[in-house]
Each structure stands twice: as C-alpha cells, then as structure tokens.
C-alpha cells in the first residue's frame, strides 16, 4: 500500500511550522487517517523530550542588551504605526514566537525523525541560552578529598555542586548538604546524593541559599540525618 501522500507534512505539524492555511485542511486529516496520526505522534515524542536535554548556556554578557534593544525598537515602530498595528489572528497551535523560531523548519520537507530530533535540540539549545540569564552566576571554588574538583555554581538564590574525582562514601552511607550561617548549627538541605563510578556529580540544592555563608557535604547514615555525624568532606564558602 502507498503512503499516504501527507505523510511529510508531520513533521512540519509537531514543529508548528505547516502554513496557517494549511492547519485546518491537515487536523481534519488527522481525524481519518491513522498513519498520520501515528506519524505525527511518533515525531511528537522526539520533539517533548529533546529540549530538555539541551543544557544551559551562560550567555554573553551583552546578549540580553541586544535582546532587549530589539524589543524596545518593535515597540517603538508599534506605537508609531498606531493602535491597530499589533492586532494580528493568534495562531490555534503555537504562539508567534514560536512560529517564527520554526517556521523555516517546515520548508525541510520530508523531516524524518532523526532531522526533527537534530532540529529541536538545536531550539532547544537557542532557548535555553536565552532564557538562562547568567549574569547573576557566580562559581566558587570548593574544596573535596584529595585529588578532586569542587565548584559551587550559584545562581540568584539557589546553586548546584559540580563535582570530579569524588570518591563514593563509605558502605552504608550517603553524601549530605548542609547549609551554614554565621555561627548557627547546620541546617540540613534537601539534597542526598552519590558519586557515579568516575567521582563525577552534579547535585542541585533546592533550599535558598540566601543568607548562607557556607555549603558544606558529610558521609551521613543511609537516609540522611538531622545534624552533622561527620565531618566536612567537602564544602564551598560563598562570602
């Protein structure tokens, strides 16, 4: 049996970049034809996972004032052009911002899944340099057992270890991130962790670190505990 002759046109559908008078014509479509359906499904589940992998970008210092230049040059053009300018049809399927960033994607027809995968990650990648800020991120240099690598990347309120050549805790144990104040006891974080086979972990802390002059990591019981049962085997000081 022949393929059914809008078989390409999935890809183009899950990157919201089939022409506008198209959508209709190709949604009615999909009600009756189950290879495009499953087609289209396919290529969907490429597209919801691949932009999480894309990691974050620390920007250049000057993107966000280039960003911001554009902006207010389109807001001055509008105002300029009167208050009928900006009312244009909101596309059903994605916002504009959207549609612009992968429209041209949809000329790439047919766009396999392995196409679709590359071209996602790709916008993935861009957003997330974008979107990542990066001014306010500061790494501080940590210390750890002899031979490793500690770095606590902090950005605004919260922060993330990135560790090397860490060694696992003893049996029966696990690694702990405490938080420290001033003279005050540790407070301990939600944040229990190991060390893959080659020392390596990124371990995000999720409790606010404002206010915190240290982080600090113990080998605690399996588990975790309430306060410190050992001593610091690694730890940064952010002040």
Known sequence: MSPCPHHDDA????????PEADEPAYR???????????????LQAVADVLPMAAPQMVPPPDLKGRIMAVVESEARLLRA???????????????????????????????PAVALASAVLAVGVVLGVVLSGGDD?????????RGSQVALVVKGDHGEFDLRGVPAPPAGRVYQVWLVSGNARPRPAHALFNVRSDGRARVE???????????L????PSGGSTQPTSDPVIGATLT
Do not use: M, N, Y
């Open 11 to 18: 890809g183009a559908w899950v990157l919201f970049a089939l």
């Open 28 to 42: 009615a479509h999909l009600e009756t034809c189950a290879e495009c359906r499953a087609e289209v499904a396919r």
């Open 81 to 111: 052009s009167g208050p009928e300018a900006d009312r244009v049809p909101v596309p059903q399927r994605a916002p504009g911002a959207w549609r612009r960033i992968l429209a041209p994607l949809g000329r790439l027809r047919p766009l």
């Open 137 to 145: 991120t500061v790494t501080h240099t940590g210390f750890g057992p």
């Open 205 to 215: 802390i999720p409790d606010s670190l404002k206010g915190t002059d240290r982080v």
């Open 217 to 220: 990591v113990t080998a605690e």
